[in-house]
Nanobody, 117 residues
Framework: EVQLVESGGGLVQAGGSLRLSCAAS????????IGWFRQAPGKEREGVSC????????YYAKFLKGRFTISSDNAKNTVYLQMNSLKPEDTAVYYC??????????WGQGTQVTVSS
């Protein structure tokens, strides 16, 4: 079964940190770039960060200003998102997926990140 399972979200105060994990199964992980996306209530899903499967290059949304770091452990089919200096505007459900999202691979349930002020 093709599956993406996100974990690691929670409730933190502004300025705090979280580390999100994305466990992938059912497809060849190394064949795809993997990205993190987020969706806040009333807003469209937006890309946050992605990592290349070819050379490991990483890319970040401009609004992050160096606060997040994406990494991967290909042996474990897992991608991580280290989130530091969190702000209330980071509050959203965070998802991982192939980057760009590939048809035929379902979205997971995501993990909720809530940042209080």
């Amino acid at each position: 079964e093709v599956q993406l399972v996100e974990s690691g979200g929670g409730l933190v105060q502004a300025g705090g940190s979280l580390r999100l994990s994305c466990a992938a199964s059912g497809f060849t992980f190394d064949d795809y770039g993997i990205g993190w996306f987020r969706q806040a209530p009333g807003k469209e899903r937006e890309g946050v960060s992605c990592i290349s499967n070819t050379d490991g290059s990483t890319y970040y949304a401009k609004f992050l200003k160096g606060r997040f770091t994406i990494s991967s452990d290909n042996a474990k089919n897992t991608v991580y998102l280290q989130m530091n200096s969190l702000k209330p505007e980071d509050t959203a459900v965070y998802y991982c997926h192939t980057s760009p999202p590939a048809l035929g691979i379902p979205w997971g349930q995501g993990t909720q990140v809530t940042v209080s002020s």
